[in-house]
């Protein structure tokens, strides 16, 4: 019987040999829960939440299976001895009636953290666009040899229990990079004109599929438009697709995926800046190359309801979902039960990016529970002995406390200064690229209401108003204020003409003039918020100049979202200055703002200024504290209360807190 809520998405589809239960397949993440090639405990619970939640395939992240890929965060393939950790995985995820799929992928010269790959290999010895790598120009010899290490690899998978492989030859990784003209110049048979530089991946298909036989599913992600002049764009692309669907009998699915390891990485995960599942258009375009062959729909689908429609109006046949699935394990069940609204939604920050860039391991700022036994169906346990807990404070610090104190039996009530819920946040979400910040309170405020915590809002609670709730403990979430710069003093503080960031945003939200002149952001935040105020700032003013002390902007940014920032900053006319703090403000009289070069003392001048604001660091608004703690109430600060910090430490440090309670 079709699925009443979303009758396509919840149909099964047959895949080299297998039938997934749904259309939805887990994207690959790497999670950096794997150490020393062998799987931890919060592996096999990512894993199994993901697969307990609802999704009908998971693919991992990539698998070291080659001799010259053996990095200890990937599972280990490349031989028997990895049998045990691959087949913990599998039982896993099969378990719960979800197929796992392993993928095949090589960074090639491609990389993203810091430094360059001493270590790495490619199609030729050209620099990478982003790191600036040169590898090691691979020999046919040594291309033949990972192509067998790779099918034997497979097989192992196969044996272990994986329902199939994904070949990765977008993004810019290895396959990518020798399918592209821009980074393969070879003139042997793995280079040279458009059969040559599609030999590596083609012969590499034959491969497992000649190891792997059926059923095994073997699918691929192509690159669409990388974005590199001279690279693969929409017709390359094209090109690239009807030469592999000669061997639509040895592969199974395919997608195609944006960016490279270049200026355009932002590319590969696109955010809320930009349209919606943006590349839909195009993969539905691609697809037409042979449309019999299964297409799957992937970038910025975060709504069951644009995974239908990119099911039913013929774009894909699958949707693959990633940052959605982390966010919530069980977005697949929820969404089949017609439960949207418990859906912990995706806000597409690419925080999670972040976190396994730095190394930290996969973490989100909407799901404070990644990686924990039992995350998709979580039940807290509940306290021995209820209290009543007070929450000062209306942001997400004090939401996420509130629902999590509430979910574990204790009576709650939620005291702040706003009629609205969401602090700082609610601000962000009204301007660019922030709209799906909202997401994160909206939920936050419907599990409080439904788990019956009280209201007490419209008024900056005091000492007396809150001993007045007779509180067994106080939660105190109420957030923190922009602080006065150094550079800020004399007349000039309390004038009131040069504001916080914040404060310029909220009046300039409430007016759509248009102000003749240039405004300078003097930067010493470098939070996402800070930019998106000067994209509004370009908006209301003729010119925008951002000056930092520092020598680039975006120091609190992942590289992905960076350079979206930058392009973005770019394309308005904003002009950025690093490296210079303001000197003099009696020059605004002038309308100039004399900045001085910290490095040197140089001083310069920025002209036609007619408005000066700041984003600068927060100071905790913590004074209630030793007041409760005075009169004898136990109380804990939590979010930027305590200091100031990240959507992604607030919500987990908030969840914590009420969870220790």
Not at 241 to 265: I, K, P, Y
Not at 509 to 530: C, F, P, Y
Not at 544 to 563: A, F, P
Request: proline share 5%; net charge negative; hydrophobic share 40%.
């Amino acid at each position: 019987m079709p699925n009443p809520h979303y009758p396509a998405l919840f149909s099964p589809i047959d895949l080299g040999g297998h039938t997934l239960r749904n259309r939805i397949t887990h994207a690959s993440i790497v999670t950096k829960y794997v150490s020393q090639h062998a799987p931890t405990e919060k592996l096999l619970n990512y894993y199994r939440s993901r697969a307990a939640g609802g999704a009908a395939a998971i693919i991992t992240e990539p698998i070291a299976m080659t001799a010259h890929n053996r990095i200890p965060s990937r599972l280990r393939a490349w031989d028997d001895a990895g049998m045990d950790g691959l087949k913990r995985v599998a039982d896993v995820v099969n378990a719960e009636g979800a197929c796992l799929m392993g993928q095949v992928q090589d960074s090639g010269r491609g990389r993203h953290s810091v430094g360059r790959n001493d270590g790495a290999v490619g199609a030729s010895a050209l620099p990478d666009d982003l790191s600036w790598t040169v590898p090691a120009e691979l020999t046919a010899s040594e291309i033949e040899d990972m192509i067998a290490d790779w099918a034997v690899g497979c097989a192992r998978l196969k044996s272990a229990g994986f329902a199939g492989v994904e070949i990765s030859a977008g993004h810019g990784h290895l396959f990518h990079q020798f399918l592209s003209p821009w980074s393969n110049r070879r003139e042997d048979q793995y280079g040279g004109d458009l059969a040559g530089r599609t030999r590596f991946l083609s012969s590499l298909i034959s491969a497992i599929r000649a190891e792997c036989g059926y059923p095994f599913i073997i699918g691929l992600k192509l690159p669409g438009d990388d974005g590199i002049q001279g690279g693969i764009d929409l017709t390359v692309a094209r090109d690239i697709a009807a030469l592999l669907a000669t061997q639509r009998n040895e592969f199974d699915s395919w997608t195609w995926v944006w960016g490279a390891h270049a200026r355009s990485l932002y590319k590969h995960l696109p955010d809320a800046h930009g349209e919606r599942h943006p590349y839909l258009p195009a993969i539905a375009e691609l697809r037409q190359v042979a449309p019999e062959i299964p297409t799957g729909a992937i970038g910025y689908i975060t709504d069951p309801n644009e995974c239908e429609t990119a099911l039913t109006d013929g774009t894909a046949d699958l949707v693959f979902l990633g940052r959605p699935l982390i966010t919530d394990p069980a977005f697949p069940k929820k969404c089949e039960q017609g439960r949207e609204a418990d859906i912990r939604y995706c806000v597409s920050c690419n925080t999670c990016w972040r976190s396994i860039i730095d190394g930290n391991g996969l973490e989100c700022d909407n799901n404070p529970r990644v990686g924990a036994v039992d995350e998709h169906d979580w039940q807290p346990v509940v306290a021995e002995a209820p209290k009543h807990i007070v929450v000062v404070g209306t942001g997400v610090a004090a939401l996420e406390a509130a629902h999590t104190a509430a979910r574990r039996g204790h009576r709650v009530t939620i005291a702040g200064d706003h009629s609205r819920v969401g602090g700082k946040t609610l601000l962000h979400a009204e301007l660019a690229g922030g709209e799906n910040l909202s997401s994160v309170y909206d939920y936050q405020y419907l599990m409080a209401v439904r788990h019956g915590c009280e209201f007490a809002l419209g008024r900056k609670a005091s000492l007396e108003d809150v001993l007045a709730l007779s509180p067994d403990e106080v939660i105190l979430a109420t957030g923190s204020r922009s602080g006065r710069p150094q550079w800020l003093g004399g007349e000039w503080a309390d004038s009131g003409l040069i504001p916080s960031a914040r404060e310029i945003a909220a009046e300039l939200l409430e007016r759509a003039d248009i102000t003749e002149g240039r405004v300078v952001l003097v930067d010493q935040d470098h939070s996402e918020m800070t930019y998106a105020i000067a994209e509004l700032l370009a908006a209301r003013f003729t010119a925008v100049t951002i000056v930092t002390s520092r020598e680039r902007i975006g120091h609190d940014v992942s590289l992905i979202n960076r350079q979206g920032i930058y392009q973005r900053l770019h394309d308005l006319g904003v002009q950025i200055v690093c490296n210079v703090e303001p000197e003099n403000l009696e020059t605004l009289e002038d309308a100039r703002l004399t900045v001085r070069n910290v490095y040197s003392g140089v001083t310069q001048d920025v002209d036609e200024v007619v408005a000066v604001a700041h984003a600068s660091s927060r100071v905790p608004n913590s004074e209630l504290q030793p007041l409760l703690e005075a009169a004898g109430i136990p109380v804990t600060a939590v979010g930027d209360c305590r200091a100031p910090r990240s959507l992604l430490a607030t919500t987990r440090e908030a969840y914590e807190v009420a969870n220790r309670l």
